[in-house]
């Protein structure tokens, strides 16, 4: 039988699955529906803000750096969720190197979580803009 802990990561990793793969898609849906707004008024203030901007438009570098430090932070969410697994494993039964690796695992899995909202935060707001 799976116990608590056990369910508990399995969730986690479902949960943080179904972010990763959804998060993109809302606000790349919320893009393609400004986008189509701007092709009907072009003339719009907003339109002409919001695409020409180097710094907050579409492709601006607030964009571009959120994506940096959300692929620079999953990679090493991924390194180190990985460095907790081979604590686990080779503990050798020794429960504090158990409850270190679990520690690492859950502290990964939580920042990952904290990085996929903000960036999602992000790009929604500046989509807004």
Do not use: H, W
Request: positive net charge; glycine residues 8%.
């Amino acid at each position: 039988m799976i116990n608590k802990t056990a369910k508990f990561f399995i969730v986690l990793v479902l949960s943080i699955s179904l972010i990763t793969f959804c998060i993109p898609k809302l606000t790349k849906a919320v893009g393609i529906i400004s986008n189509d707004v701007c092709q009907n008024a072009k003339d719009s203030p907003a339109c002409k803000a919001s695409s020409d901007n180097p710094i907050s438009g579409q492709n601006g570098i607030i964009i571009k750096v959120t994506r940096i430090i959300a692929y620079i932070s999953g990679i090493a969410a991924v390194i180190v969720i990985m460095l907790g697994g081979y604590k686990i494993i080779l503990s050798g039964g020794n429960s504090e190197n158990i409850t270190k690796g679990r520690e690492m695992i859950t502290y990964a899995a939580i920042g990952l979580i904290v990085v996929i909202i903000a960036q999602a935060i992000v790009t929604f707001v500046v989509n807004r803009i």
